[in-house]
């Protein structure tokens, strides 16, 4: 019984950090309409940022998970301004972008690993001293349910938005023609620059909850993959298969590393990626 628990405490913990992920990724897809695997860029962003306020200069979680999201938005913000908004007027392909944006992330990689080492790091200051809670069995840490919170916190805020408000309105205005949004007054530039800056801050969010909970490296490329991977099980460019998306492949993982081991993981997430490319290349839920 413990270990059903434990694993089910697993899946529901990273199927939330995955969550955040796709939802970032999938907000800006939906919107630009290409592969930003710059997207990997914002997430590290997120995650150093609070390891050097947090953990360097001892800020409080609060006030560098606040500046870790707002760095993470603000690089979101500048690459689509300066990077991707460049080649869109000069008619850049989706392929150009997809290309350019796997420069963004490998220039972030390797500006970071100068800047902190390509070693792996933890966010918590204090690992030993957490709380933990026990639910059935199994062990879950403060630092844990927190993410969990805010993951659902999100969740819910993005999906009010995009269904109740003017500015969701005009994102999915844009989100189903870009040329009959612009047409009926909707200024896609402006509502672009705003979408990857919320976007590239929820992604920054989900490289700071991983950091807390197994730790970040500038080389890594696991969480860009399992936010993608999520994203395209679910259904690329909805924000709400995202999220099943997410927690489909968090049991997937978790169950494979319980019965052939934790080196599978991957392996595991891609073998699922290949069925639903071949099978399902919409996702469960099409856009």
Request: proline residues 2%; positive net charge.
């Amino acid at each position: 019984m413990d270990i059903i628990a434990q694993i089910g405490l697993n899946i529901v913990i990273a199927g939330a950090i995955y969550s955040l992920a796709a939802l970032g990724f999938n907000l800006i897809y939906s919107t630009a309409r290409f592969f930003d695997l710059g997207y990997g860029a914002y997430l590290i962003v997120g995650g150093y940022t609070v390891l050097y306020f947090h953990k360097m200069l001892g800020f409080g979680i609060i006030p560098a998970v606040i500046l870790g999201m707002v760095a993470a938005g603000m690089v979101g913000f500048l690459v689509e301004k300066i990077v991707y908004r460049k080649l869109r007027t000069r008619k850049a392909s989706s392929t150009v972008l997809l290309v350019a944006s796997l420069g963004v992330f490998t220039v972030a990689q390797g500006l970071f690993a100068i800047l902190f080492s390509s070693q792996f790091q933890t966010l918590s200051r204090d690992i030993g001293s957490e709380r933990l809670f026990s639910f059935f069995g199994g062990i879950i840490t403060q630092t844990q349910v927190l993410i969990l919170l805010v993951a659902l916190s999100i969740m819910i805020v993005l999906a009010y938005t995009l269904k109740y408000t003017p500015f969701g309105k005009a994102v999915r205005a844009i989100s189903d023609d870009e040329e009959v949004a612009q047409v009926v007054g909707i200024n896609s530039e402006k509502l672009l620059g705003i979408v990857f800056f919320i976007g590239a801050a929820i992604g920054g969010l989900a490289g700071i909850a991983a950091g807390f909970d197994t730790g970040i490296q500038p080389m890594g490329m696991a969480l860009l993959l399992s936010g993608v991977i999520a994203a395209i099980v679910g259904g690329v460019g909805n924000v709400y298969g995202g999220v099943l998306g997410a927690f489909m492949l968090a049991f997937a993982e978790n169950i494979a590393a319980w019965h052939i081991g934790g080196e599978w993981k991957f392996a595991v997430a891609f073998g699922i990626l290949i069925i639903f490319l071949i099978f399902r290349p919409q996702g469960i839920f099409p856009k």
